[in-house]
């Protein structure tokens, strides 16, 4: 799942992707195609089910992947994480007279000649109506992060829009209308402006965009289809079709890539790499990621507010084995966020040990006293947990039998409760698990900002339904240092800002960071034209071809 991100400067993800392997075979004949392969048609899965096809109401990493293919963005990302013009016609900034002297008036100057895949002409009005829809309360947006700033809003013509701020914004590019992360997209206003708010309208279960492909049908919980859009402005892709199929068990997609059932998996866990890597006809490719896999507490719940409980279920658990016997070795142990390939990444935050002797002792000097069962308990608040999950995830099961051994050491039970997981990534409006803090503890992955921008998932003002900070910490000398951090325009401005949140946060400790990921796909060997980026890896579809 991501968070809503943002995007990498082309240096540092150049840097990054020198890491990345590949590995699989060639595909039979020369030129030709295994006789599993459907022309021009490509077949992915996940192991996720999908609660919408709103970007703007949905935040899921399936979800994120469909979009870039299909919804309408200004700003999309290259291969190396750049910010790319898409329906703007150049990226705002000082230089090209985009951005204000003073930093808080944004210029977008956008492409004639665009129309929806309807057929319907875009326009600035379609941008406004947007900027709009997301600032309307009314609408059950997952976060309103760098939104709020907008003061006003100026359309001088049919094809140039502009945001007044409250302040500068050095994340603009990466927030508004980027396909960078999980970002809300520019709406048709011809289709939604009837309606007082989008929260359940027709529109989220086939939504019409501007991209090189076009959604033909959605079959809850089984599959979601999209064609190639004849009217994209930039040309008919080489792809005619694309079918996600919705799998809901890991294994059972395991075993159709394996009979070449389907021709992508992505993400693929890493538990499940090195059995990708043996299967004859398809390619694997690892890279260095920015998501972030993590265990979340809910500091909103009496257990959890003590911050030496949060402390010791970090020492508590061993992310080394976790990498090692899960993991397969993949990704890098820390208690950062940011990952080592940001610009922003501060080496100076200390990754806490495992030591379950140090835990008990932090607990003990804590007041928390064992009782019935070993289980320790202070003021009449038991250290018993509810641990909640995507059902279907064998790997993130393993993970957590070995977390609860490690905490019973420490006089801490869990009790698991598995959902599906339209329901786990549900809407705080719709109940669910996550936005709807129905957990104790919980784990998934965030996207990682390429700014290092962690307001959206730990400001004070971003709890749901108002933002992503599901973990419901508050800190306001850390809330004081991320705002200042957003009004600078260059990382070296940024980075005071950016250590001291990224070292409070490994103090109060709302989250035990499992690792940083991998990115891995494993794809056929027929698929070409295929270069995923870390931020939007289905950006840049135009050319790829099965």
Known sequence: MYGRTALLCAAVAATALTGCTKVGTQSAGVGGR?????????????????????????????????????????????????????????VPSKENGGISSDGKIITFRLRKGVVWSDGQPFTADDVVFSTNVILNPANNEISRSGWDLITKIDEPDKYTVRYFLKKPYGGFMYQYFSSAGANPCVLPKHLLAQYPNINNVPYNSLPVGIGP??????????????????????????????????????????????????DLWAPVSANYYPRVQGIDGVTVLKQPGYNFG??????????????????????????????????????????????????????????????????????DKAGWARGPGGIRAKNGVRLALVFATSSGTPDTDQMIEL???????????????????????????????????????????????????????????????????????CNPKVDQAMETFKTLYSFQARQPYANFVQEQLQRDAPTIVTSIADDIFAYSSDLTGFHPNQLAAFDGFQNVDI
């Open 34 to 90: 295994h006789a599993y392969t459907i022309p021009h048609t490509l077949r992915y899965a996940t192991a996720e089910d999908i609660a919408g096809l709103n970007p703007h109401l949905q935040t899921q990493t399936v979800v994120a992947y469909m979009s870039s293919l299909t919804m309408a963005f200004l700003m999309k990302t290259g291969p190396h994480n750049e910010a790319t013009p898409e329906l703007v016609t150049v």
């Open 294 to 363: 993590h265990i979340d507490f809910n500091i909103a719940h009496p257990a959890l507010r003590d911050v030496a409980v949060r402390t010791a279920l970090r020492l508590a658990t061993d992310r080394i084995t976790i990498r090692d016997k899960i993991r397969h070795g993949l990704g890098t142990v820390q208690d950062d966020m940011v990952a080592p390939t940001n610009p922003a990444f501060d080496p100076k935050v200390p990754t806490t040990p495992f030591s379950i002797a140090q835990a008990n002792a932090l607990l």
């Open 213 to 262: 492909f076009k959604y033909l049908s959605w079959k809850r919980s089984d599959s979601v289809e999209m064609v190639a859009n004849p009217s994209y402005f930039r040309g008919k892709p080489k792809l005619d079709k694309i079918i996600f199929k919705i799998i809901p068990d890991r294994n059972t997609t395991l075993t159709e890539l394996q009979a070449h059932e389907i």
């Open 403 to 473: 977390v609860r051994g490690w905490w019973k050491q420490i006089g801490v039970d869990i009790d698991v409760k598995r959902y599906q997981s339209a329901m786990m990534f549900g809407p705080y409006s719709a109940g669910g698990i996550i936005y709807g803090g129905k957990f104790d503890l919980v784990t998934f992955q965030w996207g990682g900002d390429p700014q290092g921008d962690l307001s959206n998932l730990y400001e004070c003002n971003q709890f749901p339904p108002n933002g992503q900070n599901v973990v419901h910490y």
